[in-house]
């Protein structure tokens, strides 16, 4: 079973940045999309960012252009969500999900792998 497993969340001041890891087990990495997405409390979950496999694609969020950047280092079997000038309206649970030979996409249901997700509050 591939497991994407969450790390990197914390409280943070607005303006500042935090870097999401999410890390992949349980299969070829270089093999799997991977998509980030959060949920606020009383919101649905929304798409953040996406990467493909083989990194043959890349989107993002309207929220999060200009200031995020995702990314995959797999050799380290990793992806990455850099955040930076976080905002208050940043805060959520941010999810890490994988979709073999995918292309990053923004909808949820594309993915089959779910990790448990990383916290992350933006202070004002």
């Known amino acids: 079973q591939v497991q994407p497993v969450e790390s990197g969340g914390g409280l943070v001041e607005a303006g500042g940045s935090l870097r999401l890891s999410c890390g992949l087990s349980g299969g070829t990495f270089s093999n799997y999309a991977v998509g980030w997405f959060r949920q606020a409390p009383g919101k649905e979950r929304e798409f953040v960012a996406g990467i493909g496999w083989r990194s043959l694609s890349i989107l993002y969020a309207d929220s999060a252009k200009g200031r995020f950047t995702i990314s995959r280092d797999n050799a380290k079997n990793t992806a990455y969500l850099q955040m930076n000038s976080l905002k208050p309206e940043d805060t959520a649970i941010y999810y890490c999900?994988?979709?073999?030979?995918?292309?990053?996409?923004?909808?949820?249901?594309?993915?089959?792998?779910w990790g448990q997700g990383t916290q992350v509050t933006v202070s004002s």
């Open positions: 999900a994988a979709d073999i030979q995918g292309s990053g996409s923004s909808k949820s249901s594309a993915y089959n792998y």
